[in-house]
């Protein structure tokens, strides 16, 4: 059954067998991109896969083990096997999202290394405790790059596949990784974004707080917070109408006036669009359908589109 235009204009996903390069371990890659909030991920794990997960756009949150985590812009992730995890939300939220899987069951040397680099990677791939990583390289270039040549399988396609591989990789391995750094100047911006999400407020006066021009503001805000001003406003007010609601004390109206919203169908819609819950059901969970309560499923193969 044909999925309906609408709901493939909202999202582009691409699940990539890699069998037939017949690369030891590497077993598969995807894309997924979110135009609005989709549902969350349910309760799994991968029986002896790896899987490395990289934020190519907005944000998102998982639940790995008893340990949130909040992944934003250029934030990688690695799940060892077998680790229970789920989102920590009630959807997904938009954006773009990368994985890569290495199965450490597979015979052979992983990606043909030498038998005691092999046993290393698969040890750290196992055993590494810092999941989560903001690394000094940009990520994408080197998924975008698994995406085109795994199409193929000639000798070029080959090597830039392994190239690739090894960039993502080495990410974790770095000796020294940066903390995402966030100057003085959109710091400052950030706390005055916060402190007035009731009103409007565009981003030539943000920009001029800070003695930056618009453009040079908002490239550096992209930058160094991993979202534009405009999207760092809507999810500030988003995270206060979550408080607001659960807290039950204010109509869901009054709410949307308190946060700026024109109206409270406007507020509903940017709501549902961003977690895939209106405001009432935000406020008012299912509690025969909560997020997270099923028995986890090993999933260790996924439907190719």
Not at 159 to 168: C, K, L, N, R
Not at 201 to 218: D, Q
């Amino acid at each position: 059954m044909k999925k309906p235009f609408r709901e493939l204009q909202r999202q582009t996903k691409i699940n990539r067998h890699l069998d037939h390069l017949e690369i030891c371990g590497l077993r598969m890659i995807g894309r997924s991109s979110y135009r609005q909030a989709f549902p969350p991920l349910p309760v799994h794990f991968h029986e002896g896969i790896a899987e490395l997960c990289f934020i190519e756009r907005g944000t998102q949150s998982y639940l790995c083990g008893d340990r949130k985590y909040l992944l934003s812009a250029g934030d990688c992730f690695l799940t060892a096997p077998g680790t229970i995890h789920r989102s920590a939300s009630p959807a997904q939220e938009p954006g773009i999202i990368h994985f890569l899987w290495l199965d450490l069951q597979a015979k052979g040397r992983l990606l043909g290394l030498p038998e005691q680099h092999d046993t290393a990677l698969r040890a750290f791939l196992t055993e590494r405790k810092e999941r989560l990583i903001n690394p000094v390289i940009d990520l994408k270039r080197p998924f975008d790059q698994l995406l085109i040549h795994t199409r193929s399988n000639d000798l070029f396609s080959i090597i830039g596949i392994h190239e690739a591989v090894f960039s993502i990789l080495s990410a974790f391995g770095a000796e020294e990784i940066a903390d995402r750094q966030i100057s003085e100047e959109i710091r400052s911006s950030m706390e005055y974004i916060q402190k007035n999400l009731s009103g409007h407020i565009s981003v030539a006066v943000v920009a001029e707080r800070t003695g930056l021009s618009s453009s040079r503001f908002k490239e550096r805000f992209r930058s160094e917070t991993g979202m534009a001003p405009v999207q760092f406003q809507r999810r500030c007010r988003l995270i206060r109408a979550k408080t607001l609601l659960t807290a039950g004390e204010k109509s869901i109206t009054h709410i949307a006036m308190e946060l700026g919203f024109s109206s409270g169908q406007h507020f509903a819609t940017v709501f549902h669009h961003q977690t895939g819950l209106t405001p009432s059901q935000w406020r008012s969970p299912d509690p025969e359908d909560p997020v997270g309560d099923s028995s986890p499923v090993n999933i260790d193969y996924l439907e190719e589109i």
